[in-house]
């Protein structure tokens, strides 16, 4: 072991021994942090320099639009590994560990997802949040109501906001491929009935006019009002419709 090696080694004790409770904090496995997720899918987290890497943050349930379990996920600390300038002198595989405390890596996995996203605000946004501490759903019901119903409000201000959206992009256009899997589950759990929201893109034919979307079984495009279906169309008009 080289003298620089030992010096190294010394001054990470002085500074540990200088604070000890980061140190304690830092070093113990049973330090974590719960992640909350009210968002009805599962979210896949990627933090490629980190080990662990990938985080899934299990999908919250609902009944119509009652919440009725919680999405939870425990993180611990997470460890990367940056080169020694110490002892590296050009030789490979001379490596620092570094610890990022669970606070942390729960605080980017929420932040990352949210501010991913559309037409969230401060009093709209994802159902995604984290406290200190491995906490089980019992434990978060009984230690936070308030937080997890404050933080449910906000999740539908959002739910709203995207289906306000969704709601004006498919009038514009009539394009299933404008409204996002997303919006057609807020609409599900806020009970909005669009026909987006049921929609398959399936059900659905290209306008031979105008190139929109258009319901398989339309007679009329609703969108440039063109005939596209004329032998149905006579049918009804020869009927007297
Ligand atoms: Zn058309």
Redesign the pocket.
């Known amino acids: 072991m080289s003298d620089d090696l030992d010096k190294y080694f010394e001054d990470e004790l002085a500074k540990s021994r200088s604070a000890p409770a980061l140190a304690k904090k830092a070093g113990s496995r049973k330090y974590a942090c719960t992640v909350i997720n009210l968002l009805p899918f599962e979210l896949p987290e990627e933090k490629p320099m980190m080990l662990p890497s990938v985080f899934r943050v299990p999908e919250a349930r609902f009944e119509g639009n009652k919440l009725v379990k919680l999405g939870i996920l425990h993180v611990e600390e997470g460890v990367h590994y940056v080169p020694n300038p110490l002892v590296d002198e050009g030789r490979p595989g001379s490596s620092i560990r570094q610890i990022t405390p669970p606070t942390e890596m729960a605080r980017s996995i929420c932040e990352d997802y949210t501010s991913a996203h559309i037409e969230t605000s401060e009093t709209a946004q994802p159902g995604l949040f984290w406290v200190e501490g491995r906490l089980t759903e019992k434990d978060l019901i009984e230690e936070y109501p308030d937080l997890i119903s404050d933080r449910l409000r906000m999740q539908f201000n959002w739910f709203r906001r995207l289906c306000a959206l969704a709601d004006a992009d498919f009038k514009k256009n009539r394009n299933m491929l404008s409204v996002s899997d997303l919006q057609r589950s807020a609409a599900k759990i806020l009970g909005v009935r669009a026909e987006w929201v049921e929609m398959q893109m399936s059900e659905y034919v290209v306008?031979k006019?105008?190139t929109?979307q258009?319901p398989t079984f339309a007679i009329k495009?609703p969108?440039?009002k063109?005939i596209v279906d004329k032998e149905a169309y006579d049918k009804l008009v020869k009927s007297g419709v």
């Open positions: 306008c006019f105008c929109t258009i495009c969108n440039c063109e």
